[in-house]
C-alpha cells in the first residue's frame, strides 16, 4: 500500500518559472490537503479539497493553484515562482472531515528551492 | 484563527531518560493530533485526543488533553535514538466538521544521546 505518494523530492526553480507537484492517494481518500513548510516553522495549509471538482483555499493560497479531477489526484501548481515559495510540501489525505475517523496520512515532502 | 505553542522548541536527552513536550493552544482544542518527523521523510502519525481528560499510548508514548482542553503534553518514557525527531502538534478549532484542515505548532526538536 503506496499511501501517499509526492512527486518530485527535490527542485530547484528559477525566479519566474512555473511547475506543478503531483500528489496521489491510493486509499480512496475523499480529503486531501497540500501543506508548506518553513523552516523552524508548523505546517500551514494551502489548499484542500473534499472530493473530486471540489476545492478550497487554506491559510496560504497565493501564488497557487489546485485541481482535483479525481479522487485519488491532487496536484499543486507554482506560477510565476519567487524565493518565498522556498519551503517543503506536503500533501496529505484523510478518509473524511469527521474527526473520529479521521486519520491524516502525509507524503513524505517534496523540496522546492526558488533562486 | 488558532494558535498552537509547543515546548520546548529543542530537547537534548540522554538515552533512558523520560520527557515531556507540551503543545498549547490559545482555543479549545477539539481535535488534538501528534505527528513526529524526520528529516526527509513525512509525518508519522502518532495519535489524536479529542476528549478533555483523555489519554492514550503507543510503545512508549503516551499524550494526555488536559480537562479544559486548551493543552495536550506527550510524554516518552525511557527514550531510545529511534525517538530522535521533530513532534509537531496540530489541531482543529471547529467545534463540528473542520474538513481536516489542521493548525500545526512550530515544532519541538527531540535528540537522543547514547
Known amino acids: 500500500n503506496a499511501g501517499v505518494t509526492q512527486t518530485p523530492k527535490f527542485r530547484i526553480l528559477k525566479i519566474g518559472q512555473s511547475m506543478t507537484l503531483q500528489c496521489a492517494q491510493d486509499?480512496?481518500?475523499?480529503?486531501m490537503y497540500w501543506y508548506r513548510q518553513d523552516p523552524g516553522m508548523g505546517l500551514k495549509l494551502i489548499y484542500y479539497?473534499?472530493?473530486?471538482?471540489?476545492?478550497d483555499k487554506g491559510e496560504v493560497p497565493n501564488g497557487y493553484n489546485v485541481s482535483r479531477s479525481t479522487t485519488e489526484d491532487f496536484p499543486l501548481r507554482l506560477e510565476l515562482a519567487a524565493p518565498s515559495q522556498t519551503s517543503v510540501y506536503f500533501c496529505a489525505s484523510s478518509y473524511s472531515g469527521d474527526r473520529v475517523r479521521n486519520t491524516i496520512y502525509f507524503g513524505e515532502g517534496s523540496w522546492l528551492t526558488v533562486v | 484563527s488558532q494558535e498552537l505553542e509547543q515546548s520546548p522548541q529543542s530537547l537534548i536527552v540522554q538515552e533512558g531518560k523520560n520527557l515531556t513536550i507540551n503543545c498549547t493552544s490559545s482555543?479549545?482544542?477539539?481535535?488534538l493530533y501528534w505527528y513526529k518527523q524526520k528529516y526527509g521523510e513525512g509525518l508519522i502519525f502518532l495519535m489524536m485526543?479529542?476528549?478533555?481528560?483523555e489519554e492514550k499510548s503507543h510503545e512508549k508514548i503516551t499524550a494526555k488533553l488536559d480537562e479544559k482542553k486548551q493543552q495536550s503534553s506527550l510524554h516518552i518514557t525511557a527514550s531510545q535514538p529511534s525517538h530522535a525527531g521533530i513532534y509537531l502538534c496540530g489541531a482543529d478549532d471547529a467545534g463540528g466538521t473542520s474538513y481536516g484542515k489542521l493548525t500545526f505548532g512550530q515544532g519541538t526538536i527531540l535528540t537522543v544521546h547514547p
Open positions: 482555543k479549545t482544542l477539539y481535535g
Open positions: 486509499m480512496n481518500h475523499n480529503y
Open positions: 485526543l479529542q476528549k478533555g481528560g
Open positions: 479539497s473534499v472530493g473530486a471538482g471540489i476545492t
